[in-house]
């Protein structure tokens, strides 16, 4: 008798994992890939290899660490192979300019570069939907604020303000990334003022430091960052004035008609990006941060101590 209970217990044991098994664990379909008409997903599944173009120097989103690259974009686009069942291969070009020739020519699979969403970029490739908010704000050197009558100023709309009302607005240098979203919007925010670009994000902002620029147009996120990892030589000499004066939103780029890449792309940044906070969980990695009330705008804790 006690053998048969033993073996009728030794049975609903098993039944019973099948049938947690049956319901917990994924249907083997989830677990397939199916590339649809996406020629983009095809080769992946084909190759094994998800080929993701980063900014080449970008904190935090990409930059080398002990030499390795590092970041919030590379962070993600190992989380996307992972989904997919894939390893990544990412690819640094040597100019961020470089990254749409470099996907339009197939060398690449997609663009997680803090990449812009404008509507000329629109014209050549397809965008997700925006992956991070973020904002265009202002890199300010004081003393060159100050002689240009336009000291103390709050925010960029004080600024403009300021220097429409006093007739110094064509004296104002304003520094720009060369092939960045600010090198086409400044001229429509700062109008007559003189719009200089630098090949990289690092140099327009030394410029500023240096007094060969009054101010810096660039997201804010970076902004704050460079201020604070160059806080021992900047932090008296130049300031981010106020919270950003126009939103900007940083979508993944693909190829243009892929849009069935697009549509898994999309839910991947609702259900596994945004859903789960990983954005910010990412960006922890790097530097403290804690988001605002509003969504474009994040501060640096004061436990983050920059240096050079």
């Known amino acids: 008798m006690k053998r048969h209970v033993c073996t009728a217990l030794a049975a609903l044991a098993v039944v019973a994992w099948a049938l947690s098994a049956a319901i917990f664990s994924w249907p083997a379909w989830a677990q397939e890939m199916v590339p649809g008409n996406s020629p983009t997903l095809a080769r992946i599944m084909q190759s094994g290899t998800l080929r993701v173009g980063v900014n080449p120097l970008f904190k935090p989103f990409s930059f080398v660490k002990d030499g390795k690259r590092v970041g919030v974009d590379v962070d993600i686009a190992t989380l996307l192979a992972k989904k997919l069942g894939v390893k990544v291969e990412l690819v640094a070009p040597q100019s961020f300019g470089d990254l749409i020739p470099m996907l339009r020519d197939g060398k690449i699979d997609v663009i997680m570069?803090?990449?812009?969403?404008?509507?000329?970029?629109?014209?050549?490739?397809?965008?997700?939907?925006?992956?991070?908010?973020?904002?265009?704000?202002?890199?300010?050197?004081?003393?060159?604020?100050?002689?240009?009558?336009?000291?103390?100023?709050?925010?960029a709309a004080a600024l403009v303000a300021r220097l429409k009302s006093n007739g110094k607005m064509g004296k104002l240098k304003v520094a720009v990334t060369r092939g960045k979203a600010p090198q086409r919007v400044a001229p429509r925010y700062?109008?007559?003022?003189?719009?200089?670009?630098?090949?990289?994000?690092?140099?327009?902002?030394?410029?500023?430091?240096?007094?060969?620029?009054?101010?810096?147009?660039?997201?804010?996120?970076?902004?704050?960052?460079?201020?604070?990892?160059?806080?021992?030589?900047?932090?008296?000499?130049?300031?981010?004035?106020?919270?950003?004066?126009?939103?900007?939103?940083?979508?993944?780029?693909?190829?243009?008609?892929?849009?069935?890449?697009?549509?898994?792309?999309?839910?991947?940044?609702?259900?596994?990006?945004?859903?789960?906070?990983?954005?910010?969980?990412?960006?922890?990695?790097?530097?403290?941060?804690?988001?605002?009330?509003?969504?474009?705008?994040?501060?640096?804790?004061d436990d983050y101590y920059g240096g050079d």
């Open 113 to 155: 570069a803090g990449m812009s969403i404008t509507f000329d970029r629109a014209k050549v490739v397809d965008f997700t939907a925006p992956y991070f908010e973020t904002g265009l704000s202002v890199l300010a050197n004081k003393g060159r604020l100050a002689r240009l009558g336009a000291a103390l100023v709050k925010d």
């Open 190 to 301: 700062f109008p007559g003022a003189q719009v200089i670009a630098y090949p990289s994000n690092e140099e327009a902002a030394r410029a500023v430091l240096a007094g060969k620029a009054d101010i810096m147009v660039h997201d804010e996120m970076f902004l704050k960052v460079w201020l604070h990892d160059n806080a021992r030589k900047a932090q008296f000499v130049v300031t981010v004035l106020g919270k950003p004066f126009k939103p900007d939103y940083y979508g993944f780029a693909v190829a243009r008609g892929d849009l069935d890449f697009v549509h898994m792309l999309d839910t991947f940044i609702l259900a596994e990006l945004k859903a789960n906070g990983r954005i910010l969980e990412f960006m922890n990695r790097y530097i403290p941060v804690k988001a605002q009330v509003s969504v474009r705008s994040f501060e640096i804790t």
